[in-house]
């Protein structure tokens, strides 16, 4: 065995404290029974981030429409339940399936083009689905939302309760399978021909890897974890309204993703908790103008540097 | 050391204690409202009714303290039924209140039902909401009742062809649909209804439309907020002089923004349950009171929604004294309350928990240099025409 | 059918104005400025305030509007925005997404949150109907057409016939040569996000009649504004204008003749416009 192949096969090893760190999240809808919805929200969210980081952090591709396929996911799985059948893992493979179909046919549209038209095209796309949602209104409920989606218990045996316990061990579950997926598919030589291909593109076909089949691939993938996400948030709420799609929630899974960091399996659950935290606290004492703080964080984080943030003694350091 | 370790316990003893007698002598109220994003006026208008419903009449009711908790769900149904289910579960809140608009009520509607808590719809107008649970008691409006109210006057006043434009969702479709039948039944015609949707609304198309259809009115419904817009578009394409009248449901010439709509609102007539000149003590005082509170801000239907709304949670509190019971005593003292409102006399119906209530038909005039809604003729007692239960 | 064209011009000019601040920001510092919104925000509420309160004539006020926002524009710059050039585009974004929502909530504060309404003087709130009412063209939308003509015309001369025009144009064909040429290239960005900012000062200014004025119009409006850029291009004037124009004019006539459709007929062109010509629609050679 080589050493490049030695430091890749120890660099692919999961370090103790990752086993540690889910370990802990898996206890806490137990150990904070209060916060379960918190938890199964940042959760979902987290797995969206997931995604988003598989296209951003990992293969360079920047979108701002990534909510397209979390809306569509959430709408599946939604009307799976209400009108064919309300198992959830079934509702989920609904949402797998519709969600991938849309993700190929999407990851058409950036292959080509700069950041600037990446960036329009998937805008694009989420708002187009949207403005369907509104108009297809028998079907989803438009403006007013899909009501009366009742789930069945997960694996038959384990009820959708008010304290919201079995809705985040749920989404803990799911999102520590696709955890651990990821981690394999980032560190095989698939994975690493992505990261070549986002560090330089023109090098990577240089060498002849196949760019636009990766592209293509690893984007329905991507799609297809942000509809998995989308399936489990209309699951645990029972709903699921236009703004699944909207430019809020593309926005705010890329301001996760960049607070916690890109490039990282662990960015997108850190950010994820990070922003909803701040978001939960600074609202609870300013419910109308906690935007106002959020921006300011945001100026400060991107000014100092994310590395020096958690180090305020090189604050002084030419800012 | 054992004196200390007295004193310690002592006081854990006395604070824990204090704490539960405390919690036994509080009543949470939750206020789920829109304070961020396109419907923040709303949210604006309710809480500040809320709060002077407060002040003015105590936050001490049949032994109780009033807790008031507002919370912002930004206009997003996910949000507004993640923070119900926290104010129920965790704040255990008794009753919950506000929701800005009807797809945040709809979200929330199943979590009523599943928790036994009340709910104070006090500011959406979709008919079906109050079908959505049987916990749902409403203290706003709903839109058949104007709609309909409109579907009468027009034709009486020589208006026969009439172009509908509405806010593409649930209120909006609402309006469009019983004005339509309401005009038929009368022997008049509507004949084109236009919708636009809810957000961002361009209005310039459509009304260019509509002056391309030559009718003998628009009517219009759009949410609390964007009447302005329409207002100024519709003169900006000179309908008024084309002979093209305006009427519509009171939220086109909202109190919140009548005043600075400018002598082109004049002349517009509405139908609404709510306007600030209601000529009656109670409402004068109101206004008076909510003006001088939030600074020369004069409030609007949402705020005597609000208002209202409180009032029936504190009395529904005397009745059950304290709210034992819990939500279902709650509830069952909530339903068939009458009492006086600064929109005038107001009941909610026992069997539909909805609100009954006049319907005013107003005027745009100008009153001591400012734009009021001033009532020339009443439905009384209307009932919510759109209920299918 | 003319009275449409009318209105797609004049809402495409307004556009046009709004967003060449930004199409020129991103072409000459590569800096994807999403607080564009924010500064013409800031424009229509200087007018809206300063006519409530200092009662001031309407086109004072937004000539006003257009200075003090280029003030702010550069004061913002030479602080703030300076630090952030050699970011990665993501933390750029971020940046200005940050100080979008912390001019939004401030307004929100600061004014409230209901729509501002602004009282035009009365010459521009008359109608002209030509050819028995076949062209009807609302004064104030002939206004902003002549004004955005005006400016158009301002804007070219200035970039063709000036030497500072020449310098910017230098500067955005590449930075580093024209640096080693001594042309003050901090000066330069300086000027340019100004003038930049203050054009969308005045669009603000000029579009809260028509547009509406209310906190969340940057986050409203923004998805244009990238839209005329991204279609537009960054190397020319003519682009985003032409761009500009035919994003009013489909808006207004998707919404008349298939208001069932609405926005959509406008992103789905937009993506097929992209997919087509990924670098937009008027630049010439590669992305």
């Known amino acids: 065995m080589s050493a490049v192949t030695q430091s890749l096969r120890l660099a692919a090893q999961p370090r103790w404290w990752s086993f540690a760190l889910w370990a802990v999240l898996l206890v806490l809808p137990y150990a904070l029974p209060t916060h379960a919805l918190l938890i199964s929200e940042i959760t979902i969210i987290a797995l969206f981030a997931l995604s988003l980081d598989l296209i951003l952090g990992y293969t360079g591709i920047v979108s701002l429409g990534h909510a397209a396929f979390f809306g569509m996911g959430a709408y599946s799985a939604a009307l799976f339940a209400k009108h064919i059948h309300p198992d959830p893992l079934l509702g989920l493979a609904a949402a797998t399936g519709l969600t991938m179909l849309l993700g190929a046919v999407c990851s058409l549209g950036v292959l080509r083009g700069s950041d600037l038209t990446r960036l329009m095209v998937t805008l694009g796309v989420a708002l187009i689905l949207q403005e369907l949602a509104n108009k297809f209104d028998g079907l989803t409920g438009g403006a007013d939302g899909l009501q009366g989606v009742v789930m069945g218990p997960v694996l038959g045996y384990f009820e959708f309760d008010l304290y919201g316990q079995t809705a985040a061990w749920y989404a803990l579950v799911v999102t520590l399978l696709v955890f651990i997926g990821l981690h394999h598919l980032v560190h095989s030589p698939f994975g690493f021909s992505l990261q070549a291909i986002r560090d330089n593109r023109l090098r990577a076909q240089a060498i002849g890897i196949d760019v636009n089949t990766r592209l293509v691939t690893v984007y329905t993938l991507a799609a297809v974890l942000a509809g998995v996400a989308g399936g489990l948030q209309a699951q645990t709420t029972g709903f699921a309204s236009l703004d699944v799609f909207g430019f809020d929630r593309s926005a705010d899974v890329l301001l996760m993703l960049v607070i916690g960091g890109t490039g990282w399996l662990w960015g997108g659950l850190i950010g994820a908790v990070v922003f909803k935290t701040l978001h939960s606290v600074i609202s609870a004492w300013t419910p109308q103008y906690w935007t106002f703080w959020l921006g300011l964080f945001l100026v400060l984080l991107m000014l100092v540097g994310r590395e020096r943030l958690l180090r305020p003694w090189t604050w002084r350091r030419n800012i | ?164 434009l509405v806010s593409d969702y649930g209120p909006g479709i609402d309006a469009e649909r019983y004005f339509k039948e309401r005009m038929l039944l009368n022997s008049a015609q509507v004949v084109e209804s236009l919708r636009v949707p809810l957000r961002n609304p361009d209005f310039a198309p459509f009304l260019q439309k509509v002056r391309d259809l030559k009718p003998d009115a628009l009517f219009v419904f759009v949410p609390s907020g964007a009447g302005a817009a329409v207002m100024k578009q519709f003169l900006e394409r000179g309908m008024d002089k084309a002979g093209i009248k305006l009427i519509g449901t009171g939220d086109l010439t909202d109190d919140d923004q009548l005043n600075d709509m400018g002598e082109g609102a004049l002349g517009v007539v509405t139908a609404h349950h709510y306007s600030a000149a209601h000529p009656s003590a109670l409402n004068q005082k109101f206004v008076e009171a909510f003006k001088k509170a939030n600074n020369g801000l004069r409030p609007n239907f949402m705020a005597v929604g609000g208002y209202d709304g409180m009032h029936l949670i504190y009395e529904a509190l005397k009745k059950t004294k304290g709210g034992q019971g819990g939500g279902v005593a709650m509830l069952a003292a909530m339903k068939g309350h009458i009492f006086e409102s600064p929109r005038g006399p107001i009941l909610i119906d026992a069997q539909t928990r909805d609100v009954v209530h006049n319907i005013y038909l107003r005027k745009v005039e100008k009153k001591d240099g400012q734009f009021y809604n001033v009532e020339f003729d009443v439905i009384k007692d209307m009932k919510d025409p759109g209920k299918t239960k | 059918m003319l009275t449409l064209l009318f209105d797609g011009v004049a809402y495409g000019m307004l556009l046009f104005i709004l967003a060449i601040g930004l199409s020129v920001t991103l072409g000459l510092m590569n800096f994807i400025n999403l ?133 910017l144009r230098a500067s955005v064909d590449n930075q580093q040569v024209a640096a080693g040429l001594g042309i003050r290239v901090n000066t330069i960005f300086l000027t340019t996000f100004a003038l930049g900012s203050g054009l969308a000062g005045l669009g603000g200014a000029l579009g809260a009649e028509i547009l509406g004025l209310d906190p969340v119009f940057p986050l409203k409006f923004m998805i244009y504004f990238l839209i005329v850029v991204a279609v537009g291009g960054t190397s020319s004037l003519t682009g985003p204008l032409l761009a500009a124009l035919l994003l009013g004019i489909a808006d207004v006539a998707g919404k008349y003749y298939l208001p069932k459709l609405g926005a959509f007929i406008v992103y789905s062109l937009v993506i097929v416009i992209l997919m087509w010509r990924p670098q937009g629609l008027f630049t010439r050679g590669k992305v």
């Open chain 2, 1 to 164: 050391m054992f004196d200390r370790l007295l004193v310690v316990s002592l006081a854990s003893v006395l604070s824990l204690g204090s704490a539960m007698l405390q919690a036994q002598e509080v009543f949470k109220i939750g206020l789920i409202l829109p304070m961020t994003g396109q419907s923040a006026s709303t949210g604006k208008q309710i809480e500040a009714a809320a709060r002077l419903y407060i002040a003015q009449n105590g936050d001490k009711v049949a032994g109780k303290k009033i807790e008031l908790v507002v919370k912002d769900d930004g206009g997003v149904p996910d949000a507004t039924k993640r923070i119900a289910q926290e104010l129920v579960v965790n704040n255990k809140v008794g009753v919950l209140s506000g929701f800005g608009l009807t797809p945040l009520a709809l979200a929330t509607a199943p979590l009523a039902t599943q928790s036994k808590t009340p709910m104070v719809v006090m500011a959406a107008a979709t008919s079906s909401i109050t079908e959505a649970s049987p916990f749902i008691v409403r203290t706003s409006f709903t839109l058949p009742q104007c709609a309909v109210a409109m579907g009468d006057w027009a034709p009486k006043n020589g208006i026969r062809r009439v172009v509908t």
């Open chain 3, 35 to 167: 607080a564009h919104g924010a500064f013409a925000m800031a424009g229509g509420y200087t007018t809206v305030l300063l006519m409530q309160h200092a009662d001031l004539p309407f086109f004072l006020c937004v000539a006003l509007a257009f200075l003090l926002t280029a003030l702010l524009g550069a004061v913002l710059e030479a602080t703030l925005y300076r630090r952030m050039y050699n970011k990665p585009h993501l933390d750029q974004v971020l940046f200005s997404i940050g100080l979008t929502f912390m001019a939004v909530a401030a307004v929100d504060y600061f004014v409230g949150s209901t729509q501002q309404l602004i009282q035009l003087p009365a010459f521009l709130k008359g109608r002209t109907e030509l050819w028995d009412g076949a062209l009807g063209m609302g004064h104030y939308r002939m206004a902003i057409i002549i004004v955005c003509a005006v400016l158009v015309l301002v804007l070219q001369g200035l970039l063709t016939q000036t030497r500072f025009g020449a310098q």
